[in-house]
C-alpha cells in the first residue's frame, strides 16, 4: 500500500449554459493532486485492479481513444489521478441512473498537481454529491482501503429519483431536445419550458399550457364525463351516483350484478373495487371509495368484463395502448399471501414506489382494493393458501403489455372522441374490452374513464411489447413541423464596444417591429425599459429574457469572464458577434494568461452560432478572423477599412461584408455582397464605429432592410434616460 497526499478540491463551479468546454452545463473542479503527480495509474500497484472490479462500467468509457475500452487502455498505460477522477464520477453518475458521457481534464499554470477537470451534469446537486463521492472512492482504491460503493449509489440515485425531472417529463424534454427545441426547468419539480420568450410552451408532466382547467374539471367529474360520453355516442357503463352504503346496494340491483363502485373524483383506479356480487361486497366497497379520502359520493356502475386498457390521446390521435391482466399468485402450502407477493411479484426489478418504476409495489395488508379482493377469497394477507390454490391479487391493475398496433380503428376513433368531448389535449382513455382488435359495440365493451395528466410510464417501460417515443407526439402537439420554438437571439463578446453594439442591436430589431429584450453591462432591457437587476448574475438576468413571454428577440452581451464562471445564458444563438480578443488582466485568476487561451474562451460565442445562423467578427483581429473557420452558419466580417485582408477575401468569396469607406471627409458605411456595393448608410457620430459596423453586420444578418437599418441608426439614443418599470 502507498500511502499519497489525498486529492483536494479547490474550486467547484456549476457552469449552466455554453461554456469553455462544452456546449452544455458541466461542474467544474480545480484540483491539487499533490504527491500523486509522480504517480501515474501505472506505477500504482492494483489501482487498475481494483478500480476496474469496483466499477466495471468503466469499460464502457471511449476517452481519448474514442472506442469502448479507451479509458481502460489509458488506466493501464498510466494517466494522472484527475483524469482518473473524472472517469469515476461519470461512472457514478450514470450507476445513480443518470446517464452522462462528457468530461475533459487539463494540467492549469505551471505548478506541477494542479489540474481543471470538467464533467457533465444533468442535475448540479447531484453533480457535486457524485464529485466529492467519486473523490473518496478514488483514494480508497489508491490506497487499498474497503469503500461502501452500494450506500453510495443509493444516496445519488435518491438525489437523482428526488432532484431530477421524473422520466414522463424526461421523455418529453428529450424528443424537444431532438427536434433542436430549448428547454429550460422553471421549478424543482416537472414544470418545464420548452423553447425561449414570445415562442415558448410550458408542460408539466403529461399538461401541457393548451390543457384546459375547464376540462381537467369535467375529467375529475366521473358522473359528468360519462353524461357528456353518452351523450355523443360513445359507449360507457350504465351507473348511478350514490351517497350511502344502502343507496349502492340499491343501485347495484337496479343496474344488474356484477357492479363496479368506484370514487366519485378519484383518478388512477384509487379506491376502485370490481366484479361485485353481493351486498356485503358493495357495502365493504362503498366505505373503501368513501371512508379513504377519496370522495363523498360514490359511483355504482355496470361490470364490464374483459381487460382494462389504457389508451393514450394526444390531440387527435391515439398514440399509445396498454393492455391489463389480472394478477394471481400460486399457494404452496407455506408462505402467506404477502410472502408469496414478495417472493413472485414485488422482486421484479420494474417494480418500486418512485415514478421512475412503471409497476408499483404490490401491499396486501396496505392497499384497500386488495383487501377487499382478498376478503371476498374468504383471505386476507396472511393467509396461507393451498398449495397448488390460485389467489387473485388484482383483477385489472397490470397494465403493462403494449398493444398499439393492435387496437382497432374504430376503437382508437372512439377514443380520441371520448378525449374531445371532455376538451383534453392529451388523455389517458381506460377502457374494458375482451378483444382491442375488435370495436367496442361487438363485445359490450366500454370507455370507463377519461384522465387528465395521465401517466406515460406504462408506454415509455412496458413489461411486454415495444417501448413507445410518447414525448415526440406531445412536443409535436406543441409545436408544428419546423418550428423549434426559438427566438431571434444574439450574442456578444469581446473586450471593446460591446456594450453599444449591443444597445443598437436591440435598437435596430425593436425599430423592425419586435419586442426586444437586451442583457448588458448598462442593464436588462426590455423595449429600452431598464429593468431592476435585483442582484441577480449575470446568467440569471439574461435568462430572464427568455422566460419572458412579452421578448420576440433577445440579445445578450456576454464577457469572458461569464462564460468561464457561468456559461452563456442561452445553448445556440442566431448571431454571434466577436468584437476582439483582448481583456487578459480581466480574467488571470482563471489561469488565462495568453492570447491563445483567451481565444478558446471567446471562441465559444462562435461555436453556439446557429447553421441556418451567422457569426459577425471583426476583420481587424487576426484571432477574430481565426474564428471563422468554427462556424456552422454564415460568416460575415464587418471593417474600418475596406482594405483588411479578410475583407478582400470575402469579397473575392462573394460574401457578404459591412465596412467603412472614407472619401475625403465624408464617411459612409457599405454593406457589401461579394465585389457589388448594396448599400451606403451614413456614419453616426455619436458612437463608436466599430460598434455601428458590429450591429449593422448583425441586423443585415437578421434580415432588416437597409432601410430599416439606416432609421434605427437615425434614432438610436446613445445616451437615454434610465426609465425603471
Known sequence: MIKKKSIEILRVAHLRGPNIWTYRPVIEAWLDIGELEQYPSNLLPGLYERLTTILPGLLEHRCGVGEVGGFLERLRDGTYAGHVLEHVVLELQNLAGMKTGFGKTRQIGTDTGYYKMAFRTRQEQVGRAALAAGRDLLMAMIEDQPYDLAATVAELTDLVETLCLGPSTGNIVDAATDRAIPSIRLTDGNLVQLGHGAAQRRIWTAETEQTSAIAEGIASDKDLTKSLLSSCGVPVPEGELVTSAEAAWEAAQDIGLPVVVKPYDGNHGRGVSLNLMTEADVTAAYALASDEGYSASVIVERFIVGNEHRLLVVGKRMIAAAAGEALWITGDGVHTIQQLVDLHINIDPRRGEEEDFPLSLIKPAEAGETILELKRQGMDAFSVPLDGQKVLIQANGNVTTDVTDKVHPEVAAMATLAARVVGLDIAGIDLVASDITRPLHEQGGAIIEVNASPGLLMHLKPEHGEPRNVGAAIVGQLFKEGETGRIPVVGIT??????????????????????????????????????????????????????????????????????????????????????????LEDVAEFHIDTDDKLYNVLRTQVDVVLASGAAVLNAADPQVVEMADLCDGEVIFYGVDEHLPAIVQHRQDSARVVFQRTQGDQRTIVLGQGYVDMVSLPLSPLVPPEAVLAAIAAGWALGLTPELIAAGLRTFDANPKRIHH
Open 494 to 583: 469581446g473586450k471593446h464596444g460591446t456594450t453599444m453594439a449591443a444597445r443598437l442591436i436591440a435598437w435596430l430589431l425593436q425599430v423592425g417591429g419586435k419586442k426586444v429584450g437586451v442583457s448588458c453591462a448598462d442593464g436588462l432591457y426590455v423595449n429600452s425599459r431598464l429593468l431592476s437587476r435585483d442582484g441577480l448574475s449575470d446568467w440569471e438576468t439574461g435568462e430572464r429574457l427568455l422566460l419572458n413571454k412579452n421578448v420576440e428577440a433577445a440579445v445578450f452581451e456576454s464577457s469572458a469572464r461569464m462564460i468561464l464562471t457561468e456559461g452563456l445564458a442561452y445553448d445556440k444563438c442566431t448571431v454571434g458577434v466577436v468584437t476582439d480578443v483582448a481583456g
